[in-house]
């Protein structure tokens, strides 16, 4: 028997639907039975309706990492996802940096959903914040380590291997990560906002991509809501209006870029 193949993510640049897309074409060509569904709930609307699966349905769930952790704003959203007995693989994304409790952290919601979590990947791509850490990643290795990935999955199904997967991190989960200023104290960039240069043409590119509906469709130099730092509105934007200034943002997006050059790997569990 097939499974039906669905993708089910949060990606506002990109990176994380590449490879949970990835994933889902390899495991649809294995064992699949139809056309892999796709549930995209980047913005808005989608975390609205209500999504659930059954016990023919394999789910390659993937979210980013935000501090350390699978980002606050989604909770509520994922732990309203009914699993009812399908089997899923989680897959989190991470700039670099560290993903630290995030791929335990999505285990644990989808298993209380009901999923039945099989797999875990920790997976690179171009951080949120910047153009040069993890520049143009997910990659061709990172990619080729998507498909190993996928093959681990088909295997452990065809072996009737269903048991929860063992994966890196720690519980209670730590607090979520705080960089520092100059004096190592810790900083608070969470209500940190994008500005808008004068070139802005009023195009509504970012109106449309904001993961938060948060841009004014009236004034888009204008948020009427939070900011999760996503970096949508700013790689997005087709004349490069969008920038950020707060001095801690800055330096930690400049520590980040000088610290974090050696490349990290992807981790399959």
Do not use: W
Request: hydrophobic share 35%; glycine share 8%; with cysteine.
């Amino acid at each position: 028997m097939g499974y039906h193949i669905h993708m089910l993510y949060f990606s506002a640049t990109g990176t994380t639907e590449k490879i949970v897309h990835r994933v889902a074409e390899k495991l649809n060509g294995e064992i699949g039975d139809s056309t892999v569904n796709r549930v995209d709930f980047t913005l808005p609307p989608e975390r609205e309706k209500s999504c659930s699966f059954g016990e023919n349905d394999l789910v390659i769930a993937g979210v980013p990492v935000y501090a350390g952790r699978v980002p606050n704003v989604l909770l509520k959203y994922i732990k309203s996802i009914r699993g009812n007995g399908a089997l899923a693989a989680a897959v989190v994304l991470y700039g670099n940096r560290d993903y630290e409790d995030a791929l335990i952290e999505l285990r644990d919601l989808l298993s209380e959903d009901g999923f039945h979590v099989i797999a875990g990947g920790a997976f690179i791509g171009e951080h949120s914040f910047s153009r040069v850490l993890a520049k143009g990643r997910p990659d061709e290795k990172d990619l080729a380590l998507a498909d190993k990935f996928a093959d681990l999955i088909s295997q452990k199904i065809e072996f009737g291997m269903t048991a929860s997967v063992e994966v890196k991190g720690n519980t209670p989960y730590r607090s979520y990560y705080k960089p520092k200023d100059e004096q190592k104290n810790p900083v608070d960039i969470r209500k940190v906002k994008p500005k808008t240069k004068e070139n802005c043409t009023h195009c509504m590119t970012c109106v449309n991509v904001c993961p938060m509906g948060s841009i004014s469709a009236d004034d888009p130099s204008v948020l009427t809501g939070i900011c999760i730092k996503c970096g949508a509105c700013i790689k997005k934007c087709p004349v490069g209006a969008k920038y950020f200034d707060d001095p801690d943002f800055l330096r930690h997006k400049t520590e980040m870029e000088v610290g974090l050059t050696a490349r990290k790997e992807p981790e399959l569990f």
